[in-house]
């Protein structure tokens, strides 16, 4: 059965990439939280939660179109050194934070530096990747007021930050 909107939803993980490398974990002593319904998580990742009972685990396995995109060769920018203030020594590797011209917020990543070049990756860095989740559901209940409010799940006893 779906998972309804406005639940809390409390889970278990750990995510692996193509290669098995893990990427992020959360457990039982300190599990994801997240409200349903409010495009927190990957959308293909809730729907498979709410094929789930409380205490069972499943492997999800996302496609690169259900989890970060396919790479696009479109998102990488080449930029003069100059862009970059002065005081900053940067290297490949390095994120930042851009601003588009409507104000939102942009991060990327330097993938490359020839010479006074340097190569932008607007990619998220999950892009292109399959992602496996072995994933358990610890727990459901509804959100409260204040939680829905603040648009975020709090910790037991009330609103933590």
């Known amino acids: 059965m779906p998972l309804k909107s406005n639940q809390v939803v409390s889970i278990g993980y750990t995510l692996t990439d193509d290669d098995g490398n893990i990427l992020d974990t959360a457990n039982s002593l300190s599990p994801f939280s997240f409200i349903s319904g409010k495009n927190q998580i990957l959308p293909a990742l809730e729907e498979k939660l709410g094929e789930m009972l409380i205490g069972s685990k499943k492997i999800v396995v ?12 479109m998102a990488l920018q080449i930029v003069n050194k100059s862009e970059f203030p002065a005081d900053v020594n940067i290297e490949e590797g390095m994120s930042f934070v851009a601003d ?3 104000g939102r917020e942009m991060p990327f990543i330097i993938k ?9 990756d607007f990619n998220h860095p999950l892009a292109g990747k399959t992602l496996t989740f072995n994933v358990e559901l610890l727990s459901l209940r509804d959100a409260s007021q204040e939680e829905l409010s603040h648009g975020h799940v709090h910790g037991g006893g009330g609103h933590h930050h």
């Open 112 to 120: 490359k530096i020839d010479g006074d070049d340097v190569t932008l």
């Open 62 to 73: 996302l496609q690169p179109e259900e989890g970060y995109g396919v790479y696009d060769e």
């Open 100 to 102: 588009s011209p409507d």
